[in-house]
């Protein structure tokens, strides 16, 4: 979650939710595990929830960074210079 906090820390307007969001899910990570420390709550299931929206949201813009950088053809300016 840090690498995707300071990947997407200034970023485009469209992406301004990603930094907040990965910022909030690390708090709640280590929230939880600081809790999980005083309390006997190491196998319920939100911790498990918690890690699957990590990895969803780490997945999500994984995919979405291949599909920007994925040109078939490539610009006009590249294939002019290309030439």
């Known amino acids: 979650m840090e690498v995707l906090r300071r990947r997407y820390r200034r970023g485009p307007q469209d992406e301004a939710w990603i930094a907040p969001l990965a910022s909030a899910l690390s708090s709640a990570h280590l929230i939880y595990l600081v809790g999980g420390a005083f ?27 291949q599909e920007a950088g994925w040109r078939p053809m490539g610009t006009a300016k590249e294939r002019l210079a290309a030439t």
Not at 41 to 61: E, H, K, N, P, R
């Open 39 to 65: 309390v006997g709550i190491a196998f319920q299931s939100f911790v498990w929830m918690l890690l699957g929206a990590q990895i969803g949201l780490d997945t999500y813009l994984a995919r979405r960074r």
